[in-house]
């Protein structure tokens, strides 16, 4: 599975705005500067994440974006499925049980699949924001 420059860059900019958006709203200016993202592909990252509710935004002087919900509620998986779609390294028609493979009885390729599929979604599911702000705090502190 490749993930999509939106995914890497969406997952940088919610580590930050983790990082920054605890006392005030922050804005894409300054994510775009620390994390090194044009100021106009944030301004569609951000709305696809606040259309899924993952940030929210304050306008006016004083606005910018923060998180929408706690970083221990957010996964990884969460964020990667707003801005990537799904998550299937390897699509397979003999997994998905409504007969779309007609060999599905006899293959067990499809167990190979499957397996990616779920190992991959068990890591994105399990791994939080918050375990990734936190390490992110660690580095820069050092």
Same mark, same amino acid.
């Given at each position: 599975?490749?993930? !999509?420059?939106?995914?890497?860059?969406?997952?940088?900019?919610?580590?930050?705005?983790?990082?920054?958006?605890?006392?005030? @709203?922050? !804005?894409?200016? *300054? %994510?775009?500067?620390?994390?090194?993202?044009?100021? *106009?592909? $944030?301004?569609?990252?951000?709305?696809?994440?606040?259309?899924?509710?993952?940030?929210? *935004?304050?306008?006016? @002087?004083?606005?910018?974006?923060?998180?929408?919900?706690?970083?221990?509620?957010? *996964?990884?998986?969460? %964020?990667? =499925?707003?801005?990537?779609?799904?998550?299937?390294?390897? &699509?397979?028609?003999?997994?998905?049980?409504?007969?779309?493979?007609?060999?599905?009885?006899?293959?067990?390729?499809?167990?190979?699949?499957?397996?990616?599929?779920?190992?991959?979604?068990?890591?994105?599911?399990?791994?939080?924001?918050?375990? $990734?702000?936190?390490? &992110? =705090?660690?580095?820069?502190?050092?």
């Amino acid at each position: 599975m490749k993930l !999509s420059t939106r995914a890497k860059y969406g997952l940088k900019a919610l580590i930050d705005l983790g990082l920054y958006s605890e006392k005030e @709203a922050v !804005s894409l200016q *300054s %994510i775009a500067g620390r994390q090194n993202i044009s100021v *106009s592909y $944030l301004e569609q990252l951000m709305a696809l994440l606040k259309k899924a509710g993952l940030v929210k *935004s304050v306008r006016g @002087a004083a606005g910018g974006y923060f998180l929408g919900r706690p970083v221990e509620e957010i *996964s990884v998986g969460d %964020i990667l =499925r707003v801005l990537e779609g799904g998550l299937e390294a390897a &699509s397979c028609p003999g997994t998905e049980g409504d007969g779309g493979c007609q060999g599905s009885d006899l293959c067990v390729a499809k167990l190979v699949w499957k397996r990616i599929n779920d190992s991959i979604t068990d890591a994105v599911d399990t791994l939080m924001l918050s375990e $990734l702000i936190e390490e &992110s =705090r660690r580095i820069h502190e050092k």
